[in-house]
Structures are given as C-alpha cells and as structure tokens.
C-alpha cells in the first residue's frame, strides 16, 4: 500500500479531498489541479502511486503523517 492508500483509504478519497479543498479555496487551483483540471501535483502523486515509486524508499518521518 502507499502512504496515500494507508491515509485515506485509496488514491481517488484523497483526490476528492484534495478537489473540494481546491473548491473551498484552501489549496491553489492550478498548482494542484494544473490548467486543464488533470495535471498538477494530483498528476504527479497519481503517477507516482501507479508506478509503486513508493516501495523504493525507505519509511521515514517523511512518510509520517501531519494530521
């Protein structure tokens, strides 16, 4: 699992988190979402998670959660 399935559960719950803070103003539209709605850090993250880049690094406080 990756971090973000461990946190929320699956990648597209934390998409739907991230949108509607997008929505709510609290996280920037085009850094987040891109110009077109689909690129962005979601993009990245997405892409990330697909190609389980995530195995090749070892646990440590970056993976800790701030919440």
């Known amino acids: ?3 973000i399935e461990q946190w929320y559960g699956s990648f597209g719950s ?21 110009e077109t709605g689909e690129g962005g850090v979601i993009r990245a993250l997405r892409a990330w998670h ?12 970056v993976w800790e959660r701030s919440r």
């Not at 739907?16 to 979402?33: I, W």
């Open 14 to 34: 934390f998409e739907d988190e991230t949108r509607a803070q997008v929505e709510a103003g609290a996280l920037d539209r085009t850094d987040m979402l891109g």
């Open 50 to 61: 697909e190609q389980a880049l995530f195995s090749i690094w070892e646990r440590n406080r």
């Open 1 to 3: 699992m990756s971090p």
